[in-house]
């Protein structure tokens, strides 16, 4: 008999595991996949972690989480600096002196405001109706054109002036020299990858992988006076108002045989034109080393498309429409009578939370558990 089901050993179920665990609770970790980690599994090819569900970076303002996650990993100094392409053009992100000075020639942070601001002024849009008009009210023509619209259409699967203005509400503008993409007092990638980390959260508790709760859920709810259900909302309700949506992306991995493909972690290719969004180039987020500190002679890719997403397909972003929030909001009501099962994570609460926000939530939701 455990005190606790948990169903996903990603963050959200990894973290309430060890709080509980260390709290004295008896805890059992089920995962369908054949790892853990969820969507921060990262996988060791050619001796470099690779991101398997995506690029992940770990920043925070939220002192108490780094600390937290500190205890599991060391950190290194990896800091998010992507590159934009646009048709061989390379460009600094987020937008700031280096991207105004490659794009203008300006050189200092007066020339470039006054740059942008004469490119708004020339537009002439007082009230913008789609996401074109609003990103060029915001920008001007040029930053627009070349690193914001293909790449938003790619995102979006649809033109920007078929996208509602409010996608964009502000775009942030750097008068300084600072490629820094998160504005976050703490970043970086845990050593030796996610799934380490993981790992050492997971120390000491049972864990069961492929191991799919709705396969054997009357025998597994039998075994605990609680569950912590990480999966879907909706697949637990067997879909029975719906199902939600997500908008989904596509990973094309590769391994070459050379030690640089890029130069960086993250290019961008911001024209409608390249099919793909972005290219990761794992080995970058570790500075090309291993462990021990020596040079790996091969470098793993990750072409990344964006997607339409179907049942069945792997649920990435929770899609912010009315709809979906409607929908949401009723299957809440149903997991509000369930009195053993708690839902939690980016999937039981169908919101798109960053690793910091959903460690914050489960440690703060175990505390709740632990004082009742
Ligand atoms: C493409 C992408 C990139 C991201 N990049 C960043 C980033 O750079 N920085 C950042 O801070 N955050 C990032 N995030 C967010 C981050 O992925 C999440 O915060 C985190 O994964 C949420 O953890 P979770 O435990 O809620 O969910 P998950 O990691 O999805 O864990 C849920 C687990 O439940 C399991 N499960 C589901 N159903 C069942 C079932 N029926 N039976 C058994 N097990 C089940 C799943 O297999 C899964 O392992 C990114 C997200 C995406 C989509």
Redesign the pocket.
């Known amino acids: 008999m455990y005190d606790y089901l948990i169903?996903?050993?990603?963050?959200?179920?990894?973290?309430c595991a060890r709080q509980l665990t260390d709290a004295g609770k008896k805890v059992l970790v089920?995962?369908?996949?054949s790892?853990?980690?969820?969507?921060?599994?990262t996988e060791k090819m050619e001796g470099i972690n690779v991101?398997i569900?995506?690029?992940?970076?770990?920043?925070?303002n939220n002192k108490s989480v780094w600390e937290y996650v500190n205890r599991f990993s060391v950190f290194n100094r990896f800091t998010?600096s992507p590159v934009a392409n646009y048709k061989g053009e390379l460009y600094s992100l987020p937008f700031n002196m280096y991207t105004f000075n490659k794009m203008w020639g300006v050189v200092t942070p007066e020339e470039a405001a006054a740059k942008i601001e004469e490119q708004r002024k020339a537009a002439g849009i007082d009230n913008p109706q789609n996401l074109e008009e609003q990103a060029i009210s915001l920008v001007g023509t040029d930053i627009y054109e070349k690193l914001i619209k293909g790449y938003t259409q790619k995102q979006w699967g649809r033109p920007c002036e078929d996208l509602p203005a409010f996608i964009i509400k502000r775009l942030p503008v750097r008068l300084t020299f600072d490629n820094n993409y998160f504005n976050a007092l703490y970043q970086g990638i845990p050593v030796g990858g996610y799934t380490k980390m993981v790992e050492s959260m997971l120390d000491g508790i049972e864990v069961r992988l492929d191991?799919?709760?709705?396969?054997n859920k009357a025998e597994l709810d039998s075994q605990a006076d609680k569950v912590i259900?990480?999966?879907?909302i909706d697949?637990?309700f067997d879909y029975k108002l719906g199902n939600l949506e997500y908008r989904s992306?596509r990973f094309e991995t590769e391994v070459l045989d050379k030690p640089n493909f890029q130069g960086n972690a993250a290019v961008n290719y911001t024209d409608a034109d390249t099919p793909w969004t972005r290219i990761i180039e794992h080995k970058w987020f570790e500075f090309g080393k291993d462990e021990d500190g020596n040079d790996l002679p091969k470098t793993v890719i990750s072409r990344?498309y964006s997607s339409e997403w179907k049942l069945g397909d792997e649920?990435?972003?929770p899609v912010n429409d009315e709809k979906n929030g409607k929908l949401y909001a009723d299957y809440k009501v149903l997991a509000d009578k369930e009195t053993k099962v708690i839902f939690?994570?980016?999937?039981?609460?169908y919101k798109?939370?960053?690793?910091?926000?959903?460690?914050a939530v489960?440690l703060d939701k175990a505390a709740e558990l632990l004082k009742a």
């Open positions: 169903v996903g050993a990603g963050l959200y179920g990894a973290v089920i995962d369908k996949r790892h853990i980690a969820g969507n921060v599994y991101h569900y995506g690029a992940h970076i770990f920043h925070t998010n191991t799919d709760y709705f396969a259900y990480t999966g879907p697949a637990y992306v990344e649920p990435y972003y939690g994570g980016r999937l039981g609460e798109y939370y960053d690793m910091d926000q959903v460690i489960a």
